[in-house]
């Protein structure tokens, strides 16, 4: 897969734009993915993922080939989130969490037009609890619990995304983790 | 009784998967030891385990063509490469035409001298042409060895052939606008002519 994607990667240097597609198919999901659970509404996450590829595009001569693209790529679209969320204003941020609950709009909606078996009603409400209270984590903590838990990736390389020591991201874990614990735990 | 945080900072190693063997050992009897950490230790699992539970999103349909869509637009030699490679038959059918019909490469050195196509509200000041201010000019314009300045409208498709174009904030063009600067871009300008003429399915390729 690496191999793959350094190929089409040289293919988009040399100039041919077609190859970027097939990159943007491979990481689309990871990265919206990483924008949603990040600021918590699909309209923000598509916007976010959009412009993440797009600087991926523009500067791609930047890359730097020794390296896993897969980390340059969520490096520039956390920082994007990470920029976004400080922007927010408290107004703006408090839409953002009545948006970011758009799941429970589909619960509603589920809810009132087809009978779903118990067990489905459940898991939504629970999906949205744990959404809800990723996104009431502080920035610091939101993306490393985001990148680890939902994104899967290693501590290594949330620490290479990050551009913070291995320490640095292990504390932000154990925090956001005894956070989210504690919210969590009657659910 | 109140633990040590050392247990919970040897619960966060397991949770990590970086814990010692011997730590583990003394995590694990004193899990079975006392039931706060217990507790505390089952609650971080079923936490990660909620959160990791969280169905995976899948980007928006057409997420990739509307990415492709808003790229800046790519150099006009790759475009041309990929055509070739596309339609191979048709790029070797023009070719042939155009290596037969018209001398290229002679034209092209030959043709140095400053011309312009003719209509008759384009201000000629020397090498330069003028699409004036508030003027339409209809039809194509060929500008071959000058400049070109659009302050105007044109009302047809630009060429500059070996020249440059200026396009004023209030400049119009309602065709296309091609320049044509290399002996390259030059054959390639001619194979497209007669690709046009050849087979009407000439709408890749180019940009
Ligand atoms: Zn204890």
Redesign the pocket.
């Known amino acids: 897969m690496e191999a793959l994607i350094k190929k089409r990667i040289k293919q988009v240097i040399k100039g041919d734009q077609d190859a970027f597609a097939e990159i943007v198919e491979i990481y689309s999901n990871g990265i919206y993915q990483l924008g949603f659970r990040m600021l918590g509404n699909r309209h923000e996450a598509e916007d976010i993922a959009q412009e993440a590829f797009i600087r991926a595009y523009v500067n791609i001569k930047s890359f730097n080939q020794d390296l896993k693209f897969s980390t340059w790529l969520y490096r520039i679209a956390t920082n994007l989130c990470i920029d976004r969320i400080r922007k927010k204003k408290p107004d703006y941020y408090l839409d953002a969490e009545v948006s970011g609950t758009d799941g429970l709009t589909m619960y509603s909606q589920l809810a009132s037009n087809s009978p779903l078996p118990e067990k489905e009603l459940e898991s939504l409400e629970l999906q949205e609890s744990v959404q809800k209270e990723i996104l009431k984590l502080p920035e610091k903590y939101r993306s490393v619990i985001v990148l680890k838990y939902i994104e899967e990736l290693s501590l290594n390389e949330i620490s290479e995304i990050l551009d913070l020591p291995l320490g640095t991201v292990k504390t932000r874990i154990h925090r956001g983790r005894e956070a989210l614990r504690q919210q969590l735990r009657y659910v | 009784?109140k633990?040590d945080e050392e247990?919970v900072e040897l619960m966060h190693e397991y949770l990590d998967d970086e814990i010692e063997p011997q730590n583990e050992m003394i995590l694990r009897d004193?899990l079975k030891s006392?039931k706060?950490?217990e507790t505390i230790f089952n609650e971080f699992k079923k936490t990660i385990a909620v959160v990791k539970g969280t169905s995976r999103m899948q980007s928006p349909p057409n997420f990739t063509a509307k990415v492709m869509a808003s790229l800046p637009k790519e150099r006009k030699k790759v475009g041309m490469q990929r055509w070739l490679r596309n339609h191979p038959l048709i790029a070797a059918a023009s070719l042939f035409l155009v290596l037969m019909t018209g001398s290229v490469f002679s034209t092209w050195n030959q043709e140095r001298e400053f011309s312009v196509s003719k209509q008759e509200n384009l201000v000629i000041q020397n090498d330069t042409v003028i699409v004036p201010e508030g003027e339409v000019v209809k039809g194509d314009v060929v500008v071959r060895n000058g400049v070109l300045k659009i302050e105007g409208e044109v009302q047809g498709d630009v060429t500059i052939i070996n020249g440059e174009k200026y396009l004023a904030s209030a400049g119009h063009v309602t065709g296309q606008i091609e320049e044509v600067n290399e002996v390259f871009d030059w054959i390639w300008y001619h194979m497209k002519r007669i690709a046009f003429e050849v087979v009407d399915i000439f709408n890749e390729g180019e940009e």
């Open positions: 009784m633990c247990i004193h006392c706060e950490c």
